[in-house]
Nanobody, 115 residues
Framework: VQLVESGGGLAQPGGSLRLSCAASGFTFSTYRMSWYRQAPGKERELVAG????????NYADSVKGRFTISRDNAKNTVYLQMNSLKPEDTAVYYCNFEGWGTDYWGQGTQVTVSS
């Protein structure tokens, strides 16, 4: 099982970034996928989740209306489109799924929002 995030970087307040998570080693289309983030000194928190078919999504209150999670089951990839970024969005972002009673995580991608 492998989850590889990409797309992080430095963005200005109000800017946008699109994160990708490429999955392999499991049947991607049969699992709910999520994005989490962890800021320095804070606990890891759920940002967004998406069901197997993409028919339903959920978001943390702090990102509702600004972030959009989506997936492409043909490409085994889940995305996080982040718009109207704020300095408080600065964190390491992780891709996640739960399978066989275990949480699987990618290595994370750093997002820094600063002017």
């Amino acid at each position: 099982v492998q989850l590889v995030e990409s797309g992080g970087g430095l963005a200005q307040p109000g800017g946008s970034l699109r994160l990708s998570c490429a999955a392999s080693g499991f049947t991607f289309s049969t699992y709910r996928m999520s994005w989490y983030r962890q800021a320095p000194g804070k606990e890891r928190e759920l940002v967004a989740g998406i069901t197997r078919t993409g028919g339903s999504t959920n978001y943390a209150d702090s990102v509702k209306g600004r972030f959009t999670i989506s997936r492409d089951n043909a490409k085994n990839t889940v995305y996080l489109q982040m718009n109207s970024l704020k300095p408080e969005d600065t964190a390491v972002y992780y891709c996640n799924f739960e399978g066989w009673g275990t949480d699987y995580w990618g290595q994370g991608t750093q997002v820094t929002v600063s002017s």
